[in-house]
């Protein structure tokens, strides 16, 4: 069994999902697109893996137009699919849907007004395998300024006040993530010192947020990852 990881960024890539898939023997292959080379065929996987990324998946690039293409053809063969942040946004794009600017940013653990970002699951969300195990409302870290518009037929799993299309699901076994579920600390000290979103940001006071909600976080990231590859027939 091999998953395929589009990294769209040399810092964000698969964190703690990574992690799960070493400690049980899973082959992953890491596709750096910032090499622009060509994106393997989905079709030969078993999963694919979308992972964030500053890109907007509007970008008329070849690389962005490219990974789209590739998330559009693993759809269709029903190659099982996870993408984080700008890969959940160009999961949307791939099948018809719309990226369009978010009325904010959503930056850190915390809005403007010092209130936790956080996913609220739809009656929908609540009912699927992939929140099997988890609760109705769970913390999240956000970095993105766009969102997405959702076509008839993809289901919305979960909300967010400032951003209302936080998880979708595409067909039978493709999801999108809005927010980051992905983050170790040692990827947070890098996207502080790197990201010029979180450049404004305390980086002390994000820290501190991080360590308050570490252990329901990676609880968190652990059963979701877990429960997309039983999903995806690979555990």
């Known amino acids: 069994m091999t998953v395929l990881i589009i990294k769209n960024c040399a810092r964000e890539g698969p964190g703690t999902l990574g992690g799960i898939l070493c400690s049980n023997g899973i082959e992953?292959?890491?596709?750096?697109?910032?090499?622009?080379?060509?994106?393997?065929?989905?079709?030969?996987?078993?999963?694919?893996?979308?992972?964030?990324?500053?890109?907007?998946?509007?970008?008329?690039?070849?690389?962005?137009?490219?990974?789209?293409?590739?998330?559009?053809?693993?759809?269709?063969?029903?190659?099982?699919?996870?993408?984080?942040?700008?890969?959940?946004?160009?999961?949307?794009?791939?099948?018809?849907?719309?990226v369009i600017r978010n009325p904010i940013k959503e930056v850190g653990w915390k809005d403007l007004q010092g209130k936790s970002f956080?996913?609220?699951?739809?009656?929908?969300g609540k009912k699927d395998a992939i929140f099997e195990g988890l609760e109705a409302t769970l913390p999240i870290f956000h970095l993105h300024g766009e969102t997405v518009e959702l076509t008839d037929d993809m289901q919305l799993l979960a909300t967010g006040k400032h951003c209302r299309n936080q998880?979708?699901?595409?067909?039978?076994?493709?999801?999108?993530?809005?927010?980051?579920?992905?983050?170790?600390?040692?990827?947070?000290?890098?996207?502080?010192?790197?990201?010029?979103?979180?450049k404004q940001l305390p980086s002390e006071e994000v820290k501190r947020d991080h360590a308050a909600v570490r252990e329901?976080?990676?609880?968190?990231?652990?059963?979701?990852?877990?429960?997309?590859?039983?999903?995806?027939?690979?555990?």
């Open 28 to 98: 992953h292959d890491i596709f750096e697109l910032e090499h622009a080379a060509e994106i393997p065929d989905p079709a030969k996987y078993e999963a694919l893996i979308g992972m964030g990324g500053p890109a907007s998946a509007n970008d008329t690039t070849r690389a962005m137009q490219h990974e789209i293409t590739r998330i559009e053809q693993a759809v269709i063969a029903h190659v099982p699919y996870l993408g984080i942040c700008l890969g959940m946004q160009a999961l949307v794009k791939a099948c018809g849907g719309r």
């Open 118 to 124: 956080s996913l609220e699951l739809t009656p929908t």
């Open 167 to 198: 998880v979708v699901k595409v067909g039978n076994n493709a999801y999108g993530f809005q927010g980051h579920l992905e983050l170790t600390t040692s990827m947070l000290d890098t996207w502080l010192a790197e990201d010029d979103d979180l």
């Open 216 to 235: 329901e976080y990676e609880s968190n990231s652990k059963k979701v990852f877990t429960n997309f590859l039983r999903i995806a027939g690979i555990l």
